[in-house]
């Protein structure tokens, strides 16, 4: 029973790091460069609304990856590959720093309508520049978790067919 609910425990904090990470892969290169380019008059209706989903989606989705990394991480220190566990806990802790502290803050002063255009482009920029950085921890949490089981499955050795 305790490895059925730790592969349910791992599968899901992989999950939410696919979640995390491809929709940063997804803004990154597709909605960012229509945002270089919005206005004040149309800004709100093309980023305040999926902007707000996002926020409230992965605020059930983080803290669950949080305890489920911490599990991981229990579960990996004696005899485990504990590295892959840490690192994965640590860059869910930059990325979750980077959006609460800087870019949140920055999606409440657009949601408050920004009416001046200087202001729009320079927190439209500064904005795309904190998610460049969860773009890049992601993406590396992403691919810790699957060196993890690539690893821990001895995935290498079963795909070449040879026996464990």
């Known amino acids: 029973m ?25 803004l990154h290169f597709f909605w960012y460069p229509t ?4 206005q004040v008059a149309n800004y709100y209706e093309q980023f305040i609304p999926q902007t707000a989903a996002a926020t409230q989606f ?5 803290p ?7 599990i991981m991480v229990i579960a990996e220190w004696k005899e485990g590959i504990r590295w892959a566990s840490i690192a994965a806990l640590l860059l869910l802790v930059g990325a ?3 959006g609460q502290a800087h870019i949140i803050p920055i999606n409440k002063i657009l949601a408050g309508h920004v ?8 927190y439209l920029e500064k904005w795309i520049s904190l998610n460049e950085i969860r773009w890049v ?3 590396l949490m992403w ?8 690893v821990k499955g001895d995935l290498v050795k079963k795909l070449s067919g040879e026996k464990p």
């Open 2 to 26: 305790k490895g059925i609910l730790l592969t349910i425990n791992h599968a899901y904090l992989f999950f939410g790091a696919t979640l995390y990470c491809g929709v940063l892969w997804a």
């Open 137 to 139: 921890l992601t993406t």
């Open 143 to 150: 691919l810790v978790m699957m060196i993890y089981f690539i």
């Open 64 to 70: 669950l990856m949080f305890l489920t990394s911490l």
């Open 58 to 62: 992965f605020t059930v989705v983080v």
């Open 35 to 38: 945002w270089r380019h919005l």
């Open 96 to 98: 979750t720093y980077v």
């Open 115 to 122: 009416t001046d255009q200087a202001q729009l482009t320079a």
